[in-house]
């Protein structure tokens, strides 16, 4: 289910901030947290009470699901930048890199086209994909934007955009049936956040490398932010009609709970298989 053993991520793995323990704990103070930072939001991070009633509903949402304390403090802040205004672009980007000595790892990113000082990147290694990516870079960007507000994503990813615009179908849907949708906990969250919110969000498409200075901005913060940045991991129990997830190793399984079990079963049957005295071979290959 994972390219590494999960006995070979959890020993570095730190369950309370989902900080990879080889890396150094980013505190507030330092200068590498995501994106830069103005003394306006040193100033929020800081402040152990973010106490603007207009943003208490996004303190809400990002305490409830974002479990690393820097990243929800840091979301907290660009909250508080951004409440006064009710019309949004954002640029957003998701990258997969490949990591020979590791695990495969996502880069999340993106920058206010109004605002361009304001910027959040992070990193997720738990089931990576290029569309996981992006759409961790959706939820992260609506988790900020303010209630009632019109927010406008550019992406360069068709595939996510097509969703986006099945989202309200699919919460129409029965669990059974969401559960077989890839991603489907995120999308979940997604559509929770803007409904939470009372968002109108519209998706623009970019064509990718195409020099709009934003996109590659955006682009270079989801890359750096791969193998370097704070990691993102959310709390899918949170969600009201999330009832039953599958842990181990207090790791939430992303995929469908039928197609999990279904997986270890055939998993274990392989294995049962291959300690067949007639299949030594067969197995020899496997341990090569």
């Not at 959040?120 to 988790?143: D, G, N, Q, R, V």
Request: glycine share 2%; proline share 5%.
């Amino acid at each position: 289910m994972l390219k590494a053993h999960l006995t070979d991520i959890l020993p570095q793995y730190d369950t309370n901030t989902n900080l990879l323990l080889s890396q150094p704990y980013l505190t507030t103070g330092q200068a590498s947290l995501p994106g830069p930072i103005d003394s306006h939001l040193d100033r929020s991070l800081n402040n152990p009470v973010l106490n603007h009633s207009p943003i208490q509903p996004n303190i809400d949402l990002i305490e409830k699901f974002i479990d690393s304390p820097v990243l929800s403090s840091y979301l907290k802040a660009l909250a508080t930048s951004l409440h006064q205004s009710k019309n949004f672009q954002f640029y957003t980007d998701g990258s997969l890199q490949r990591d020979p000595k590791f695990i495969d790892s996502m880069g999340i990113g993106w920058i206010s086209a109004q605002h361009k000082e304001l910027t959040f990147s992070t990193s997720a290694i738990l089931w990576p994909s290029s569309t996981k990516a992006e759409m961790l870079a959706y939820l992260t960007t609506l988790m900020v934007a303010p209630v009632i507000a019109s927010v406008t994503l550019v992406t360069d990813s068709a595939a996510t955009i097509d969703d986006m615009a099945n989202l309200q179908e699919m919460m129409h849907q029965s669990i059974r049936k969401r559960e077989k949708i890839p991603n489907f906990p995120i999308w979940m969250t997604i559509a929770y956040t803007i409904e939470a919110l009372d968002l109108k969000v519209t998706m623009i498409k970019i064509k990718a490398h195409s020099r709009d200075r934003l996109n590659e901005w955006a682009d270079k913060l989801a890359k750096d932010a791969t193998f370097s940045a704070l990691q993102l991991n959310l709390h899918y129990t949170k969600l009201p009609d999330l009832n039953l997830v599958i842990v181990c190793n207090h790791l939430i399984i992303e995929n469908s709970s039928r197609r999990c079990i279904k997986q270890l079963q055939d998993a274990g049957h392989f294995h049962n298989y291959l300690q067949l005295q007639r299949n030594t071979a067969i197995k020899t290959l496997t341990e090569l």
